[in-house]
């Protein structure tokens, strides 16, 4: 046999031979199921994190949504200590509820951008939602919402973080993932009392609607015309609050120094008397600061009022409007007696 032929019969027995083909073909497929593995892996713990995302989002406004009516209420149990909570009426003057009445509030609508800074202080929307923002983690972006309607109110966390995609998945779609959360405010307690106070205000307007259908068959003589409140003194117009609202003028303490108080009646409530214009003066803010404290800290105190009387000498009446803002901003209700 020639040196040609034994070459062709050695072609054809490489040709047909099977030796190497598992190691060939493991060569080929190998890497396509180590990639699918890797992407299964990272593609999970992508959606542990959106998941993880999604849950600190809810539990982020539905205990800011649970804790709204006490900004000193416990995040995690819901305890409040003895005599620690917010001022009588701060569903009306620090709730955000003037801003369903103002062109351009966005009606009602509090917002906190993520992360939070920490820097907002005192007991509106916006601090109680930095105080919800303060235990997100730092990694944590978006924003924490308050909207006060006519008859709801609600908290709505959205929020955002860039995830683990493969290095190759982050060429083909972004990792950052989104969760939104809305819990809206209950107040029990205060359905209870409003319930309350519609019955018996809806039961005072029948009795109204009957006098005045009295009041056509036997006319009635017409009232004497109402004299304006104008006092010399702001001690004159201290009495008739006291007169008004059956208070007592009492000296308390407080953290900063001693405050007088012109009126103080039976439910806590305490009244302060000015007379004439006035402005935000720094002794103004100084006893705005002081009633804040009892509100805060004294058993006697529950609340604050603050009575603005006409001046018979000039004729003028009512805060500045940086004082009335400054006052309704740290729940103080402010009275102009016309």
Do not use: C
């Amino acid at each position: 046999m020639g040196n040609a032929a034994k070459g062709a019969a050695a072609l054809q027995r490489f040709v047909r031979s099977e030796r190497g083909s598992y190691t060939l073909e493991s060569a080929l497929i190998y890497p396509t199921i180590l990639l699918a593995l890797v992407s299964i892996v990272f593609m999970s713990l992508f959606l542990y994190e959106k998941s993880v995302l999604y849950y600190t989002a809810s539990m982020t406004a539905e205990r800011a949504a649970y804790s709204w009516d006490n900004t000193r209420k416990d995040w995690t149990t819901g305890n409040v200590a003895p005599g620690q909570y917010d001022g009588l009426y701060w569903r009306t003057g620090s709730d955000g509820i003037g801003g369903m009445f103002a062109f351009g509030s966005a009606l009602g609508l509090q917002k906190v951008l993520l992360p939070a800074d920490g820097s907002s202080g005192g007991q509106g929307p916006k601090a109680k939602l930095t105080r919800a923002a303060e235990g997100l983690p730092a990694d944590v972006t978006g924003e924490l919402t308050y909207r006060h309607g006519l008859i709801d109110r609600e908290v709505t966390a959205r929020l955002g973080r860039r995830g683990l995609l493969p290095f190759l998945a982050s060429q083909w779609d972004s990792s950052y993932m989104q969760a939104q959360v809305k819990s809206i405010v209950t107040e029990p307690v205060e359905l209870i009392r409003n319930v309350d106070f519609v019955r018996t205000f809806v039961v005072r307007v029948k009795d109204l609607i009957t006098v005045s259908k009295a009041g056509e068959t036997v006319p009635r003589e017409p009232p004497p015309e109402q004299k304006k409140l104008v006092f010399a003194r702001a001690e004159e117009a201290a009495v008739y609050v006291r007169g008004i609202t059956g208070g007592v003028k009492k000296w308390v303490s407080a953290p900063s120094g001693d405050r007088q108080l012109d009126s103080l009646d039976a439910d806590g409530l305490m009244h302060e008397v000015k007379l004439g214009y006035t402005s935000k003066a720094k002794d103004i803010q100084s006893q705005v600061d002081k009633d804040l404290e009892l509100m805060r800290q004294s058993s006697e105190v529950k609340g604050v009022v603050w009575h603005f009387f006409r001046k018979e000498k000039d004729g003028k009446i009512g805060p500045s409007k940086p004082l009335r803002d400054y006052l309704e901003q740290r729940g103080i209700i402010v009275v102009i007696h016309q």
